[in-house]
């Protein structure tokens, strides 16, 4: 079974709005992390933020927070004041029985790629 | 700030070839990550080193072989290369003193195309 799903192949938005692409998750392990990597066309892999599962906030970072609903085991990313520079592939990744863990393989999901439009 | 280093960048293989892909780790990282990331697909996990053991595998063909060097560069082999090799592969480094996040930082790939 896929441990992430993304269910939005692409998203489009305008230049200055928000965004939300959508990320589900699946584990049985009550510590695990959450991660969003944006990869642009050039193809290299950039880590935007990450949620633990014991973290009790929300994660931000700058323009990006994670919508984190543990009982729905999703986690969202929103993306605020969208800019042309954010059009990209967004992947959302899991690594189980994180919290002090030092090994682990990332689960990613199939990807969004989101089109920022002027 | 030193980012991870994959070598080469670009690689064009035959068939029934071999191939070697390098890794440098950000400077004290002890972990090595292998992903592979087909046309259009989501990275998948091939393999993983700490302090130069292998520490987890992943869907790794026998025809590939990986291993971790005293410097903690890594390399990944690559045997009788089949069309289906062709991809991304990207190498990622964390630190086992990283924190919480442990997260893991992704060199620019390799991108190897088998003919």
């Known amino acids: 079974a896929q441990k992430i799903t993304q269910t939005q192949p692409g998203m489009f938005v305008q230049e200055k709005e928000a965004v939300t692409l959508d990320c589900t998750y699946d584990t049985s392990d009550q510590s695990y992390g959450l991660f969003w990597y944006k990869q642009p066309s050039s193809g290299e892999m950039i880590f935007l933020i990450y949620q633990g599962s014991y973290d009790e906030q929300n994660a931000t970072e700058g323009r990006y927070s994670l919508n984190f609903q543990k009982a729905r085991k999703s986690a969202n990313l929103v993306i605020s004041a969208s800019q042309l520079g954010d059009s990209a592939m967004y992947f959302c990744?899991?690594?189980?029985?994180?919290?002090?863990?030092?090994?682990?393989?990332?689960?990613f999901g199939r990807g969004t790629q989101l089109t920022v439009w002027p | 700030a030193a980012g991870v280093i994959q070598s080469p960048r670009h690689l064009i293989k035959e068939k029934r070839e071999t191939a070697t892909l390098k890794c440098y780790p950000i400077?004290?990282?002890?972990?090595v990550y292998w992903y592979q990331q087909g046309p259009g697909q989501d990275p998948q996990f091939l393999i993983s080193f700490y302090e130069k053991m292998q520490s987890d595998k992943g869907s790794i063909p026998d025809r590939f072989s990986a291993q971790q060097f005293s410097d903690y560069h890594s390399e990944l082999n690559m045997s009788s290369l089949e069309l289906g090799d062709s991809a991304l592969y990207f190498c990622?480094?964390?630190?086992?003193?990283?924190?919480?996040?442990?997260?893991?930082?992704f060199g620019p790939g390799t991108r190897l195309t088998v003919l």
């Open positions: 990622a480094s964390s630190s086992s003193l990283g924190g919480s996040h442990n997260e893991q930082f």
């Open positions: 400077p004290r990282h002890d972990t």
């Open positions: 990744a899991m690594r189980e029985g994180d919290r002090g863990s030092t090994l682990g393989r990332l689960y």
